[in-house]
């Protein structure tokens, strides 16, 4: 079974609009780590929000925040106030395991392309 | 933020020669390095896990042998293609965490390697 799963190839979204990117995990580890990074055309990666297993509070930074549905084991981002520069690949992305050195490797999804319609 | 570079950002090269690909932390010390290779339009897919100063851990299918890593300090580590073939073609991408940090890895810019 996929450990994360990005139900959504591509979206189109007008400028300004909300977005929700989807992104569903498979794990049973009782402790991991869940973040989103943003992938330009450039190629780099760029992290945007992580979200703990144990964190009772969604996390938000700035325009991004991440809906975490624990038992749903989904963790969705979304992006207040699309602007043309959200435009890009969007990756979720899963730790498995405690926060440990020697235990940091990250499992990717398939990625979502976003692009924002002016 | 932290900063992490790649050398060189892109290259092209013969079949059967290699290649080394450079991964530095400029601010920062990671004692872990991750390599990671990106076909066109697909998602990261880790190669190993670099530890300074011992043997990378490489991830089941990756081979050892063709994809030499080296974590000499603690700010560089070296990705070697060798003997390069077409089918090795694709983004490679390093990150590194910083030892004072709880959870963020740092995502160098990516080398685009072409094998003709």
């Known amino acids: 079974a996929q450990k994360i799963t990005q139900t959504q190839p591509g979206m189109f979204v007008q400028e300004k609009e909300a977005v929700t990117l989807d992104c569903t995990y498979d794990?049973?580890?009782?402790?991991?780590?869940l973040f989103w990074y943003k992938q330009p055309s450039s190629g780099e990666m760029i992290f945007l929000i992580y979200q703990g297993s144990y964190d009772q509070q969604n996390a938000t930074e700035g325009r991004y925040s991440l809906n975490f549905q624990k038992a749903r084991k989904s963790a969705n981002l979304v992006i207040s106030a699309s602007q043309l520069g959200d435009s890009a690949m969007y990756f979720c992305a899963m730790r498995e395991g405690a926060l440990d050195f020697g235990n940091e490797k990250l499992t990717f999804g398939t990625g979502t392309r976003l692009t924002i319609i002016p | 933020g932290a900063v992490v570079s790649q050398h060189p950002s892109w290259v092209i090269c013969k079949s059967g020669t290699s290649v080394k690909i450079e991964c530095r932390s400029l601010?920062?010390?990671?004692?872990?390095m991750f390599w990671y290779r990106q076909f066109p339009k697909q998602s990261l897919m880790l190669m190993a896990t670099s530890n300074e100063g011992s043997k990378a851990t490489y991830e089941q299918g990756v081979e050892k042998d063709k994809f030499l890593i080296n974590h000499a300090s603690l700010t560089l580590s070296t990705l070697t293609v060798t003997s390069a073939h077409p089918e090795d073609s694709s983004f490679y991408i390093c990150s590194a965490r910083d030892l004072l940090t709880v959870y963020e890895q740092y995502f160098g810019p990516g080398t685009r390697l072409t094998v003709t």
């Open positions: 601010d920062f010390q990671a004692t872990t």
């Open positions: 794990t049973s580890d009782p402790s991991y780590g």
